[in-house]
C-alpha cells in the first residue's frame, strides 16, 4: 500500500489524505509518513507549490491530526527509523514553511526530546 500511495498519490493529494484517514491512522502510522512525505513532494513536483499549499489548506484538520498523532503515539518509533524521521520532519517542515504554526511547534518538540 506504501509503494501504490508514494507512487500515485502526489497526483490525488487530497484523496489520498481522506484515504488514510478512512483506513484509520492509527493503523497506518508511523510507515505511513514516508509515502505521505513522497505524495508531497510529488504534488509539488507535479501542480506545483501554488496547488499544493491550496490542497493543504483544504484537508489542514486531516494532516494535523495525522502529525499529531504520530508525535502523540509513535513519538520514538519514529526516532528508530531514519527514513521516518526524515519523512516526519519534511512534513512538519514543510507545514511550517506554509505558516501553520502547529507543526512548527511538533517539529521543534519532536527534536527537542
Known amino acids: 500500500m506504501n509503494e501504490i500511495f508514494s507512487k500515485y498519490g502526489g497526483y490525488h493529494l487530497a484523496d489520498l489524505i481522506d484515504v488514510i484517514y478512512k483506513l484509520h491512522i ?3 502510522l508511523p ?4 509515502s505521505a512525505c513522497n505524495a508531497f513532494q510529488k504534488c509539488i513536483e ?22 499529531t498523532k ?3 503515539d509513535f513519538n ?6 531514519a527514513k521516518i524521521t526524515e519523512s516526519y520532519e519534511w512534513i512538519l517542515s514543510k507545514l511550517r514553511d506554509l505558516g501553520h504554526a502547529e507543526a512548527a511547534v511538533i517539529l521543534d518538540e519532536f527534536r527537542i526530546h
Not at 510507515?31 to 514516508?34: A, M, R, T
Not at 507535479?46 to 499549499?53: H, R
Not at 520514538?76 to 527509523?81: H, Y
Open 26 to 28: 492509527d493503523e497506518l
Open 70 to 72: 504520530a508525535f502523540l
Open 46 to 67: 507535479y501542480y506545483g507549490e501554488d496547488i499544493f499549499s491550496r490542497i493543504v489548506q483544504e484537508k489542514i484538520s486531516l494532516i494535523l491530526l495525522m502529525i
Open 76 to 81: 520514538e518509533k519514529i526516532k528508530e527509523d
Open 31 to 34: 510507515e505511513i509518513l514516508i
